[in-house]
T-cell receptor, first 115, second 115 residues
Framework: NAGVTQTPKFQVLKTGQSMTLQCAQDMNHNSMYWYRQDPGMGLRLIYYSASEGTTDKGEVPNGYNVSRLNKREFSLRLESAAPSQTSVYFC??????????????FGEGSRLTVL | AQKITQTQPGMFVQEKEAVTLDCTYDTSDPSYGLFWYKQPSSGEMIFLIYQGSYDQQNATEGRYSLNFQKARKSANLVISASQLGDSAMYFCAMSRAFGNEKLTFGTGTRLTIIP
């Protein structure tokens, strides 16, 4: 059972280049999220999608775009990468709003370096 | 706005001892969820435990328990009988409601278990 799969796991970009981080989940979850993790700052929400066809900004959306392609897939795009976007990116999914145990399922992370 | 504060950047604990990781929070929402996640050196995020703001009893999951003191706005994680495998970063997080929408994370505590 794959859970949440992110690609690529590592990427080096030059300033101004664009790229897309792909995320797919096979748990039939409604909600998906993109977080970034920086040293000393914990995880910060970039964008999230509560259900297929909807997306909303999180805490740090500037410089990013997202697409909820279908229920399984949620991609994050950097149109013009900047060194400040060097970070580890995590995709996550959950069953939104069901008041259950409250578990986010995370991918393994994607380490992005912008030179 | 929600805020999570973890004041212990690092802790060293002898193996087999109990350890308490501190977490305080601030929110004006009447209902919320509190979470703890573990991040080993391999980088993945592992869900440990969840507490709803209206839960009467403190949550427990095996060796993990959450010491929830609502009046003090604290949600400390207690690990009993620590093991070498408990060495990791630990993040406290909260959500606005019982679901998982837009988790806000603290900056984390790095726990090192000493043999």
């Amino acid at each position: 059972n794959a859970g949440v799969t992110q690609t690529p796991k590592f990427q080096v970009l030059k300033t101004g280049q664009s790229m897309t981080l792909q995320c797919a989940q096979d748990m039939n979850h409604n909600s998906m999220y993109w977080y970034r993790q920086d040293p000393g700052m914990g995880l910060r929400l970039i964008y999230y999608s509560a259900s297929e066809g909807t997306t909303d900004k999180g805490e740090v959306p500037n410089g990013y775009n997202v697409s909820r392609l279908n229920k399984r897939e949620f991609s994050l795009r950097l149109e013009s990468a900047a060194p400040s976007q060097t970070s580890v990116y995590f995709c996550a999914s959950s069953e939104y709003g069901r008041g259950l145990a409250g578990e986010l399922f995370f991918g393994e992370g994607s380490r992005l370096t912008v030179l | 706005a929600q805020k999570i504060t973890q004041t212990q950047p690092g802790m060293f604990v002898q193996e087999k001892e109990a350890v308490t990781l501190d977490c305080t929070y601030d929110t004006s929402d009447p209902s919320y969820g509190l979470f703890w996640y573990k991040q080993p050196s391999s980088g993945e995020m592992i869900f440990l435990i969840y507490q709803g703001s209206y839960d009467q009893q403190n949550a427990t999951e095996g060796r993990y328990s959450l010491n929830f003191q609502k009046a003090r706005k604290s949600a400390n994680l207690v690990i009993s009988a620590s093991q070498l495998g408990d060495s990791a970063m630990y993040f406290c997080a909260m959500s606005r409601a019982f679901g998982n929408e837009k988790l806000t994370f603290g900056t984390g505590t790095r726990l090192t278990i000493i043999p």
